[in-house]
């Protein structure tokens, strides 16, 4: 949810290859508004519990059912767009040393922590007023010295965590970090082909499906290097002749249909039903999204760029309505309001494309040029 902003040969500039891959962006914005649906829930909290919350009372629920049941899957989706753009961004130049492990960490640091220190600071200033007026922590309730650390330093959910704390959205980055450190140490091996994404995946595909841990690190390789194998399927496809191209895009389209359709049924796993879906609707996007006029583009890849800041910045605003108008929540807000919850998202993501270019590119740009001077 992160990534698409960079090259790795010039810190701070936009990648010019990235016109290429506007279906990804419209992929990550469908990610981060399925997590936004999700978390409408949070709206009906008072300190840690939802009080009066009926799921279909929900505003526009015939419609957005899948997401306000299983919108935080888009978790997923991410982590697997994030494996597809690592693997066509840094895979070559770390495995041929042109990226090393300082430049990588820069690269990702500089443009994950500024906003994540930023929505620590105010989701923390913001629980104090609020537990003066609730008397506890509103939906996320580990939020003491320890977890505070563990946010500061970006490893609140490596282990040893009660759960979920500060602004807990943050708790899948945490976690992409792991991903990111073994895929720097398998493509400093080489181990950047398709077959060796594949056989990533089978490892910890069987480690999930046997239940052999119940860490999250294990779904967040799997998904991240799902999104690896479709990026070298999606790399190999102009090699094929037009039929078989044809034939591939057809079949990721059909796998897409007969997902849905067994999904709709119950008949499919819902997780399951993400893995078919993401790298087949990443395929089908691909090829079909090179809109001809550049300012669709732009907003195309506007709406890609909001995703970080959307999903850090929703329960930092969610926390200060509680705390501003008082709770619930329910009693003094039109929640069931379609419109309502139209506006909500509008909001969210105008400041985030506010965030992004006010905030996220300045501070990625000062850190880089600090902590990763240009050769001379």
Not at 81 to 94: D, E, H, M, R, V
Not at 224 to 234: A, D, E, N, P, S
Not at 357 to 364: C, D, F, G, L, S
């Amino acid at each position: 949810m992160a990534t698409m902003t960079s090259s790795p040969s010039q810190p701070g500039t936009a990648a010019a290859p990235t016109k290429t891959l506007l279906g990804l962006e419209l992929m990550r914005f469908a990610c981060a508004l399925s997590v936004l649906v999700w978390h409408y829930q949070h709206f009906y909290y008072v300190a840690g519990v939802p009080v009066g919350f009926s799921r279909e009372a929900q505003p526009w629920f015939e419609w957005l059912q899948p997401l306000y049941h299983h919108g935080f899957l888009g978790v997923q989706a991410f982590w697997c767009l994030s494996g597809f753009i690592f693997f066509w961004k840094y895979a070559a130049p770390i495995s041929q040393a042109r990226v090393g492990g300082w430049r990588f960490a820069v690269l990702r640091f500089s443009r994950l922590y500024p906003l994540h220190l930023l929505t620590l600071l105010a989701v923390a200033a913001l629980l104090a007023l609020y537990r003066q007026q609730a008397g506890a922590d509103y939906v996320y309730g580990h939020n003491d010295a320890k977890h505070f650390v563990l946010q500061l330093f970006m490893v609140s959910d490596w282990g040893g965590q009660g759960d979920w704390s500060f602004n807990g959205p943050i708790w899948s980055i945490s976690i992409e970090i792991l991903a990111y450190a073994l895929f720097f140490a398998l493509s400093r091996l080489g181990l950047t082909r398709w077959w060796h994404a594949a056989a990533v995946i089978a490892l910890t595909g069987g480690l999930y499906a046997f239940k052999l841990t119940t860490h999250p690190v294990v779904l967040c390789v799997f998904f991240f290097y799902l999104g690896g194998l479709t990026q070298r399927v999606h790399q190999a496809l102009p090699s094929l002749a037009a039929r078989w191209r044809g034939a591939a895009l057809g079949a990721a389209a059909l796998a897409a249909l007969a997902g849905t359709a067994l999904a709709a049924l119950d008949a499919l796993r819902p997780m399951i039903y993400v893995a078919l879906l993401t790298p087949a609707a990443a395929l089908l996007l691909l090829a079909w999204v090179h809109p001809r006029s550049a300012r669709t583009a732009r907003w195309i890849s506007l709406l890609g760029n909001t995703t970080y800041a959307s999903y850090l910045l929703h329960f930092p605003l969610q926390l200060a309505l509680a705390t501003a108008v008082g709770q619930p929540l329910a009693e003094r807000l039109p929640l069931g309001s379609p419109w309502w919850l139209l506006g909500y998202v509008a909001v969210v993501f105008a400041l985030a494309a506010i965030v992004y270019r006010a905030i996220e590119v300045p501070a990625q740009a000062w850190l880089r040029a600090r902590l990763m001077p240009a050769k001379r």
